[in-house]
T-cell receptor, first 114, second 113 residues
Framework: EAGVVQSPRYKIIEKKQPVAFWCNPI?????LYWYLQNLGQGPELLIR????????DSQLPKDRFSAERLKGVDSTLKIQPAELGDSAVYLC????????????FGQGTRLTVV | GNSVTQMEGPVTLSEEAFLTINCTYT??????LFWYVQYPGEGLQLLLK?????DKGSNKGFEATYRKETTSFHLEKGSVQVSDSAVYFC????????????FGQGTRLTINP
């Protein structure tokens, strides 16, 4: 069974440019998460989807970050415009539902803003 | 708010040594507790979990016991292997599920042959 797939694995962009990350969760998983992991830190939740609905986006900086999960499957996280401080690893995870104790993580996208 | 504090790394041990990685937490209720592991080049994987006080989670020779009185969930293994080299994250969730995981900062473990 395929795990959570993220692309790209690495991205280097200049500041003020837009960037987008893509995530394909495990088939059948209704809950999808985007996490931000700064260097040397643990992941921090940005947004959680239940199917296509964003049920917790309280930590998403909405001035420059946006996310969507059309049709309740794949998801895209976008930053526009990117800032130097956005350099980090962006992790996607999925679980059967929000009450399930196991979240499965993708390998992440490492973003470098120069 | 909820928080998790882990033993600072990096930790370097020899093969077959005993491992302890300390984890303490702050939470308003009775959270579920988790250890996740990240092997080089891979995504985070759930290693073990405990959902109530005095529960012991175990997997792959690793163990951790949910201690409410000391608000701790220390990870232990009796004899580590080179293949255990990874970054270990302690985490909690207020709701029992994965929907609001709060992670510690991670502890990098290196095992030398």
């Amino acid at each position: 069974e395929a795990g959570v797939v993220q692309s790209p694995r690495y991205k280097i962009i200049e500041k003020k440019q837009p960037v987008a990350f893509w995530c394909n969760p495990i088939s059948g998983h209704n809950t999808l998460y985007w996490y931000l992991q700064n260097l040397g830190q643990g992941p921090e939740l940005l947004i959680r989807y239940e199917n296509e609905e964003a049920v917790d986006d309280s930590q998403l900086p909405k001035d420059r970050f946006s996310a969507e999960r059309l049709k309740g499957v794949d998801s895209t996280l976008k930053i526009q415009p990117a800032e130097l401080g956005d350099s980090a690893v962006y992790l996607c995870a999925s679980s059967l539902d929000g009450m399930n104790t196991e979240a499965f993580f993708g390998q992440g996208t490492r973003l470098t803003v120069v | 708010g909820n928080s998790v504090t882990q033993m600072e790394g990096p930790v370097t041990l020899s093969e077959e040594a005993f491992l302890t990685i300390n984890c303490t937490y702050t939470a308003t209720g009775y959270p579920s507790l988790f250890w996740y592991v990240q092997y080089p080049g891979e995504g985070l994987q759930l290693l073990l979990k405990a959902t109530k006080a005095d529960d012991k989670g175990s997997n792959k020779g690793f163990e951790a016991t949910y201690r409410k009185e000391t608000t701790s969930f220390h990870l232990e293994k009796g004899s580590v292997q080179v293949s255990d080299s990874a970054v270990y994250f302690c985490a909690l969730s207020d709701f029992g599920g994965a929907q609001k995981l709060v992670f510690g900062q991670g502890t990098r473990l290196t095992i030398n042959p």
